[in-house]
């Protein structure tokens, strides 16, 4: 079963306490949790060991395994404590400098591919995941991946004379809530998701 031992770990948990501590809801009488991912929300089966998405619109859809990987790495070490609102970059979490490199390298690139020369289409893709709009570099928005894991990314445009550059700033509690290893999944999740977003957006226009 993917991610078995994970799934070993919550088990061994107690669920109010957990829940509190991911700031998500836990159902005792179901062993379920009810928690969000990218503005999306999932319920965790226990007694089943699986995921899925909750969608009024369509049937309950499993969670990938990177949703997965995700979710059970977030209720087993998030902590209850506040955000510091310091935005930092990957690699001042602790261990970041040496992860996050080579294969851990952050999808910068593909954002700078996919919103480097179009401010719009961030923004219209980052509305499908309830993101914030914020003031740095040319445009740039904050989205909460998990209840206690926000995500800001930031893009300088493109030009004849300069590349478009792009930014992954967390803040600095991050690493208190997932390894870092899920940490990058998540990322990688929510880049995703807003190409993909992007790609919708752009097809309705057509």
Request: aromatic fraction near 8%; hydrophobic fraction near 40%; charge should be negative.
């Amino acid at each position: 079963m993917s991610n078995e031992g994970l799934w070993e770990q919550l088990e061994n948990l107690d669920g109010a306490e957990t829940a509190q501590q991911a700031k998500c809801e836990y159902l005792s009488d179901k062993q379920h949790y009810i928690i969000n991912l990218l503005n999306a929300e999932y319920t965790v089966n226990l007694i089943d060991k699986k995921i899925y998405s909750n969608n009024e619109d369509s049937p309950a859809k499993p969670a990938s395994f990177l949703e997965e990987l995700c979710i059970l790495a977030y209720l087993i070490n998030a902590k209850e404590m506040p955000p510091a609102n310091k935005l930092v970059r990957a690699e001042s979490l602790p261990g970041g400098q040496f992860f996050f490199r080579g294969i851990h390298k952050l999808p910068t690139e593909k954002l700078e591919k996919a919103f480097g020369t179009n401010q719009k289409a961030l923004l219209e893709s980052s509305e499908q995941l309830n993101a914030q709009k914020c003031e740095y570099g040319d445009v740039s928005i904050s989205l909460f991946i998990l209840p206690r894991l926000p995500l800001t990314i930031v893009i300088w445009h493109g030009d004849e004379e300069f590349e478009a550059r792009a930014s992954i700033l967390f803040d600095q509690t991050a690493a208190s809530h997932m390894p870092l290893d899920a940490l990058l999944a998540a990322v990688n999740l929510a880049v995703n998701a807003l190409i993909e977003a992007s790609a919708v957006s752009s097809t309705s226009w057509n």
